[in-house]
């Protein structure tokens, strides 16, 4: 980190690792009433949940359709819709056996704290479980303290050292 901030590189962000332990024993609540309905997320929803990861995101954490298919290849992308519009989702991947990792968890701004989020978790911890995971990963910027008292209402915790994300301006 020294040697590239020396160079001219910034600390844009900081990253913390969390982790859910011991799946297979964790009750699961369901979220009453369900605020949207769940459905795995096609080829042809890229591009819509491409524009809506743009609006969620900043613009160094962006998805692009590029992104979310690959996303799509190698995991589980399950879409939250309410009135027929894709208003959130999640993205599963498989690190090892035993552990799971939640790429990506997103909620549109206008359907924030409406348990879209926590509907989306759950539903991904349910997957994890009965794909036979006993861990579930995830990373999340050190700012987003939103997202992070989400995670920990659900037991996660903090793993790990920070991992500085670091920038440079090219102009």
């Known amino acids: 980190e020294r040697g590239l901030t020396s160079a001219g590189f910034e600390i844009e962000e900081q990253i ?3 982790v859910l332990d011991k799946l297979q024993q964790r009750p699961i609540s369901p ?3 369900p605020p949207a309905h769940l459905r795995p997320a096609t080829h042809e929803d890229l591009p819509a949940v491409a524009q809506m ?4 995101f900043e613009p160094l ?3 692009s359709e590029r992104n979310l298919l690959e996303l799509l290849w ?4 399950q879409l939250a819709l309410q009135q027929d519009q894709i208003v959130g989702y999640s993205a599963l991947l498989s690190n090892s056996k ?7 968890l997103g909620v549109a701004v206008t359907s924030q704290g409406q348990g879209v989020g926590r509907q989306l978790l759950t539903d991904a911890i349910r997957s994890c479980r009965e794909f036979g995971y006993h861990q579930l990963a995830l990373n999340t910027q050190i700012s987003n303290q939103r997202s992070q008292a989400l995670y920990r209402a659900f ?5 790990g050292d920070k991992i500085s994300v670091l920038t440079k301006s090219i102009y």
């Open 61 to 63: 954490w962006h998805f």
């Open 31 to 33: 979220v009453n009433p």
């Open 74 to 77: 190698r995991g589980r992308v």
């Open 155 to 159: 037991g996660f915790h903090i793993f």
């Open 16 to 18: 913390v690792s969390m």
């Open 53 to 56: 990861d743009a609006t969620i």
């Open 98 to 104: 035993r552990e799971a990792q939640l790429a990506r």
